[in-house]
């Protein structure tokens, strides 16, 4: 062990300099233990260089997969909600003979409508979704093409079906992305009357501190999903979170409905 040198040797240059050639002595000694050491901390980072460059490499590549998917996708999306929109106006002005409302009455027509099967409207879409999924589960494209295809599934009816996308690519993490995959994943499983396994997912979600945005919408859930379990008790509790985290919000009005219709039941 090197003893310790107080403050009056430190000022003499020759107990330095013993210092110095007794650490280059041990240097010596043990050059090849240091060169080994050196060569693996070499090989570790270049190890994780490498398997860094190729990770974002491989990410890139299937974010330029997913963009190209995404642009097909909200481009049919967009025209589906435009027909359905203009139709409706189109409805309104039915008794009109004016010319403008012809032409929009064409216009209307022209515009490719949603069937309401998804095979037909999406299947191509949900396939190239499936695809980036399947290629690269963990990247944030597969996460993002999961949440589109599977609120599509969802809005098709088919909850097995968005459930087992999630279920893909979800992960437990403390940020924004994995909150809205459990807040969806919760959701299929609501809607397949498998409220228990929902309450436990949306849990994870509440706990996840990075997600705070999503918590009024997933209590509101739960809340819903308590009173279909005859637990009025936390039903009640998950309502008033809901109505007290955004007096503004459409969510929690609908809470403090829920939570007067509860509070009604319970008397």
């Not at 398997?51 to 491989?58: G, I, P, R, T, Y």
């Not at 993002?144 to 893909?168: D, R």
């Not at 929902?198 to 919408?217: G, I, P, R, Y």
Request: aromatic share 6%.
């Amino acid at each position: 062990m090197t003893q310790k040198i107080d403050k009056k040797e430190l000022k003499s240059p020759d107990a330095i300099q013993k210092e110095l050639q007794k650490g280059f002595k041990w240097s010596t000694e043990h050059s090849q233990m240091l060169l080994g050491a050196g060569v693996l901390v070499v090989l570790v980072w270049g190890g994780l260089l490498v398997k860094a460059h190729f990770d974002e490499k491989a990410e890139t590549e299937i974010q330029a997969e997913f963009f190209k998917a995404e642009k097909s996708f909200m481009e049919k999306k967009d025209k589906f909600n435009q027909a359905m929109s203009q139709a409706a106006t189109a409805e309104k002005d039915s008794k009109s003979k004016d010319k403008a409302s012809k032409d929009a009455k064409k216009e209307v027509a022209e515009l490719p409508k949603a069937t309401g099967d998804l095979a037909k409207d999406f299947g191509s879409e949900i396939e190239q979704f499936a695809k980036i999924i399947e290629t690269k589960p963990k990247s944030k494209a597969a996460q993002m093409a999961a949440l589109h295809a599977a609120q599509t599934q969802l809005e098709y009816g088919q909850f097995p079906a968005a459930e087992a996308t999630l279920k893909k690519v979800v992960e437990t993490k403390n940020s924004i992305l994995s909150g809205l995959l459990m807040k969806q994943l919760g959701i299929s499983q609501a809607n397949q009357n498998n409220c228990q396994a929902a309450l436990q997912t949306w849990q994870k979600v509440l706990a996840n501190s990075e997600a705070k945005s999503l918590h009024a919408d997933v209590k509101l859930n739960m809340g819903l999903c308590y009173e279909a379990l005859k637990d009025f008790s936390n039903a009640e509790k998950m309502y008033t979170d809901a109505k007290t985290a955004d007096s503004n919000s459409a969510t929690s009005r609908s809470a403090e409905k829920y939570l007067k219709l509860i509070q009604t039941i319970k008397k």
